[in-house]
T-cell receptor, first 112, second 113 residues
Framework: KAGVTQTPRYLIKTRGQQVTLSCSPI?????VSWYQQTPGQGLQFLFE???????NKGNFPGRFSGRQFSNSRSEMNVSTLELGDSALYLC???????????FGSGTQLSVL | GENVEQHPSTLSVQEGDSAVIKCTYS??????FPWYKQELGKGPQLIID?????GEKKDQRIAVTLNKTAKHFSLHITETQPEDSAVYFC????????????FGKGTRLSVIA
């Protein structure tokens, strides 16, 4: 069974640009969660989608958004990038609730 | 909301010794407590979890204990091996199905051969 796939693996952007990250969950998993990981703050919850609906949202500005498609694949978008958005963005899927998460390897975003 | 504190932030042990990582949580309604292991260049991987109706759970060399009264839980790794070197995260969740996992800030474990 294929794991959680995140693309791209690495991204370099400049301030003010926008970026879209993609996540393909494990087949049969309907819940997709996104986390931001930084050395100082650890894993911070961004949002969770279940059956194309945002079920939970973390304490991030509106520049961070996401969506989920009918095949459970998910994308997250960050607009007007800031230097502080540099981080590893992790996607995780689960069968139907935000526990027993299976994580992808992440997208390492660098904002210059 | 939930807050999870994790200690220590770094831990070095000799191969064969035991390692213990401790976490405390703030929300008394939390009842699901997983532990994740993150190796370099990879995403976190679930290694063991425990629910609040159980005080201890063991899987080979790893075990987790939970004290609901004190609101803390711990990860115990016995007979440590070099491949146990990684960052370990604890987490807590209110098991309502509609709240996310809240993670501790992680413990970097180094097992010295």
């Amino acid at each position: 069974k294929a794991g959680v796939t995140q693309t791209p693996r690495y991204l370099i952007k400049t301030r003010g640009q926008q970026v879209t990250l993609s996540c393909s969950p494990i087949s049969g998993h309907r819940s997709v969660s996104w986390y931001q990981q930084t050395p100082g703050q650890g894993l911070q919850f961004l949002f969770e989608y279940f059956s194309e609906t945002q079920r939970n949202k973390g304490n991030f500005p509106g520049r961070f958004s996401g969506r989920q498609f009918s095949n459970s694949r998910s994308e997250m978008n960050v607009s007007t990038l800031e230097l502080g958005d540099s981080a590893l963005y992790l996607c995780a899927s689960s069968v139907d609730r935000a526990e027993k998460l299976f994580f992808g390897s992440g997208t390492q975003l660098s904002v210059l | 909301g939930e807050n999870v504190e994790q200690h220590p932030s770094t831990l070095s042990v000799q191969e064969g010794d035991s390692a213990v990582i401790k976490c405390t949580y703030s929300d008394s309604a939390s009842n699901y407590f997983p532990w994740y292991k993150q190796e370099l260049g990879k995403g976190p991987q679930l290694i063991i979890d425990i629910r609040s109706n159980v005080g201890e759970k063991k899987d080979q060399r790893i075990a987790v204990t939970l004290n609901k009264t004190a609101k803390h839980f711990s990860l115990h790794i016995t007979e440590t091996q070099p491949e146990d070197s990684a960052v370990y995260f604890c987490a807590a969740e209110r098991n309502s199905g509609n709240t996310p996992l809240v993670f501790g800030k992680g413990t970097r474990l180094s097992v010295i051969a």
